[in-house]
């Protein structure tokens, strides 16, 4: 097979396909917040129902006064919603210490606030990532399951923890915010719509340089 494509290559391509997509799918940088803890384990049609339930003008001082029960009733869309109530409330305990505002969050160190985050009861680095890329202006690589899905496929040796995928792939590519946003935000749609658990490698464009794609199309040939 040719040469692995290049991350930077792999970006160009999506990008010219897709677009840009404007993520994160959320209202206000603080409902992109809580929508990084509330869609774990669950997709976005449910996550957008439960910040339905908490409404558009939500508010950290707000969601800290609420009980608990409360609040649990409210994310029930988004399952897992008890658990999730005490992940938010951890969260928003952390947040309390920036008195609620991201712009003093942002002044934050990179490596400091990735660190505080990961100390915060359910918050995991894929959603710490989540929330410094597209709320904190961190720029940063989100290692999830949508990249490590397509990587593997093109051929790529994935490194066997989310911190060292993601500190190979950060140091393939340029260390600009907007590149970074876009990049994971075009890795997900593309996981959406071909890179699926069962592709669909026929109509991919990125078939010519996908392993997997290559080998399915060889297949089906020979069937």
């Known amino acids: 097979m040719a040469e692995k494509i290049s991350y930077n290559e792999l970006y160009q391509k999506l990008f010219h396909y897709y677009g840009p997509q404007g993520w994160w799918p959320a209202d206000s940088d603080f409902q992109m917040l809580i929508s990084a803890i509330l869609v774990q384990r ?3 049609k449910n996550v957008a129902l439960a910040l339905d339930n908490l409404g558009k003008d939500v508010t950290a001082g707000t969601l800290i006064q609420m009980g608990e029960e409360e609040l649990a009733e409210k994310i029930r869309p988004s399952g897992f919603y008890r658990m999730k109530a005490k ?3 951890a969260w928003l305990n952390w947040f309390q ?7 003093q969050v942002k002044k934050a160190d990179r490596d400091t606030l990735r660190h505080e985050l990961l100390q915060v009861y359910g918050i995991g680095g894929e959603t710490a990532d989540a ?3 597209y709320a904190f202006d961190k720029p940063g690589f989100i290692a999830d399951n949508y990249a490590m899905r397509l990587f593997q496929r093109l051929g790529y040796s994935i490194p066997k923890t989310y911190d060292a995928f993601k500190t190979e792939v950060e140091a393939s590519v340029p260390f600009d915010l907007d590149m970074h946003q876009e990049f994971h935000a075009l890795i997900v749609e593309h996981g959406k719509q071909y890179c699926k658990k069962t592709p669909l490698c026929a109509t991919c464009p990125l078939h010519a340089f996908c392993r997997t794609g290559k080998e399915n199309t060889a297949q089906s040939q020979h069937a």
């Open 42 to 44: 669950t997709n976005w």
């Open 87 to 89: 992940k938010v409330k």
């Open 97 to 103: 210490k920036y008195d609620f505002q991201i712009n």
């Open 131 to 133: 929330m410094m890329l």
